[in-house]
Nanobody
Framework: EVQLVESGGGLVQPGGSLRLSCAASGFPFSIFNMKWVRQAPGKGLELVSSINSGGSSGHYADSVKGRFTISRDNAKNTLYLQMDSLKAEDTAVYYC???????????RGKGTLVTVSS
């Protein structure tokens, strides 16, 4: 059974940082591209960042470019999202999702809530 469990969300002040983690199990993590998708209150899903299977190439939405860094540790079956210089508009539930295609949400975790507020 595919399992993706996010952690690391919480309340942070504008300008602060958080590091999200996603523990993967039930599938060969190291051969799959992965991505982070978020959903802000009252809005649709937004692809935040994606990374290839080997971890050598990451892509970012324009809204987070230069502030967020995606990475992975295939030995630990874990995906990360380092979020710096957080803004109020980054407030959302963040999901760890398996696969490269932005529209492929077949396998995703339950999400972790990030709230950016003073």
């Amino acid at each position: 059974e595919v399992q993706l469990v996010e952690s690391g969300g919480g309340l942070v002040q504008p300008g602060g940082s958080l590091r999200l983690s996603c523990a993967a199990s039930g599938f060969p993590f190291s051969i799959f591209n992965m991505k982070w998708v978020r959903q802000a209150p009252g809005k649709g899903l937004e692809l935040v960042s994606s990374i290839n299977s080997g971890g050598s190439s990451g892509h970012y939405a324009d809204s987070v470019k230069g502030r967020f860094t995606i990475s992975r540790d295939n030995a630990k079956n874990t995906l990360y999202l380092q979020m710096d210089s957080l803004k109020a508009e980054d407030t959302a539930v963040y999901y760890c999702v398996r696969g490269a295609l932005p529209s492929d949400m077949t396998y995703r975790g339950k999400g972790t809530l990030v709230t950016v507020s003073s």
